[in-house]
């Protein structure tokens, strides 16, 4: 165990004494837990990638086009769903903390269960929440099947 922790805390601490990313790093500081690191870590990579130039690297969404993730009622409501829009992709209206939102998200069809499992791993236990490890047999579970919230 000891072995796989220490690196991960040397790489945070790099992290949170780099001055650029000293405001970012903020969202992996709240975890504790080794095993949500091992995930959150190459997650927020993934996230800034894939999912930050619409939802915004703090996942506050940009005005009345990208709806927010974070302190979002419709995220916090569904892992599930929140997993299934992440590869699918998502049209069609939806309301967000009583805004409506309808641009078309597109897919990910290249992402992988264990990178979804990442970036659903470090954004479920960011901005105050605290879900744990979403692992990868997980995600394949929910991709396999539509959720059933609407
Ligand atoms: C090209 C811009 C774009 C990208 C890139 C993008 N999204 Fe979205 N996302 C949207 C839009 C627009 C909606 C609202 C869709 C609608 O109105 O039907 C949305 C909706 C969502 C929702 C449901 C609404 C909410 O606020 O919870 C989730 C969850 C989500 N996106 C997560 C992600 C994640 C995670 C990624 C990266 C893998 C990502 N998105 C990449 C534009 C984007």
Redesign the pocket.
């Known amino acids: 165990m000891r072995v796989i922790v220490l690196p991960l805390l040397f790489g945070l601490i790099a992290v949170s004494c780099s001055p650029k990313a000293s405001g970012e790093a903020s969202n992996l500081a709240q975890i504790s837990d080794a095993r949500v690191l091992q995930y959150a870590i190459p997650g927020k990579e993934?996230?800034d990638t894939?999912?930050a130039?619409?939802?915004q690297k703090e996942g506050t969404?940009l005005g009345k086009?990208?709806?927010?993730?974070r302190d979002?009622d419709?995220?916090k409501a569904s892992i599930h769903r929140?997993i299934w829009?992440?590869r699918n992709g998502?049209?069609?209206?939806?309301v967000?903390n009583g805004q409506e939102?309808?641009?078309?998200?597109?897919a990910?069809p290249n992402?992988k269960p264990l990178e979804i499992a990442q970036?659903a791993t470090y954004?479920y236990n960011s901005w105050g929440m605290k879900e744990g490890v979403i692992d990868a047999p997980r995600v394949e579970v929910y991709l396999r099947n539509p959720p059933t919230e609407n």
């Not at 086009?65 to 993730?69: E, H, N, S, Y």
């Not at 998502?90 to 939806?94: A, Q, S, T, V, W």
């Not at 939102?101 to 597109?106: K, W």
């Open positions: 993934l996230y894939y999912c130039n619409c939802h969404g086009l990208i709806p927010p993730l979002a419709y995220f929140s829009i992440m998502i049209k069609g209206p939806l967000v939102y309808n641009q078309p998200m597109p990910n992402l970036i954004l």
